[in-house]
């Protein structure tokens, strides 16, 4: 992205609920908060919108149920009063929020992607974003994510058995996938320092 004026940085799901589940102990970038605190502090310097995602999942109880009070943007993080903050209810940031008509009345076309999970909600916000005609930058070291359990793994297992089964997926394997699954396809794998640095 080079200062066209047509930018956005979308802040995925980088919400309480997450430092309240279970497996954040295992998040791949407990400081998470850092690098998209950058990215959004970048992104408002050079005049681009900021739309921030949270996952919500009512009725269930759990901490992405907006109930809980924790689907809201981690601590240290605030959005500003004139940037979009969507919830969804599906993986990708598109399906239930109405983000490609909000984008598309700014005059969006280029993004930038962050948050939590790599694979999940970020790989699939890109994919789609890819698909819808957007011009995607997948900041992959501000994105983060746990262990990954094998499809064939019994359910209601606790977090000590997850990283004990030598088929789980590790975070350095599912980022890696990740950026050879969008690189060249839906995205330009960038670093934070590359979208915040010179040119």
Known sequence: MNGSGNRALL????????????????????????????????????????????????????VFDPSSGHVRPMADLTPAGDEPVLTKTAHNAFTTTGLDRILTRLGVRELAVCGIRTEQCCETTARIAADLGYDVDFVT?????????????P???SVGELLADPRTLQTGEIIARTEYALSGRFATIRSVAEVTGPG
Do not use: C
């Not at 995925?12 to 502090?41: C, G, K, M, Y």
């Open 141 to 153: 070291d501000a994105t983060a994510t746990n262990p990954v359990a094998h499809r064939d793994a």
């Open 11 to 62: 802040v995925v799901d980088v919400q309480e609920s997450f430092r309240r589940h279970e497996l954040w102990p295992t998040i791949s970038n407990p400081d998470i908060v850092a690098p998209v605190s950058t990215l959004v502090e970048h992104a408002r310097a050079e005049g681009d919108q900021v739309v921030w995602v949270l996952h919500t999942e009512p009725g269930t109880g759990n």
């Open 155 to 157: 359910a209601g297992r």
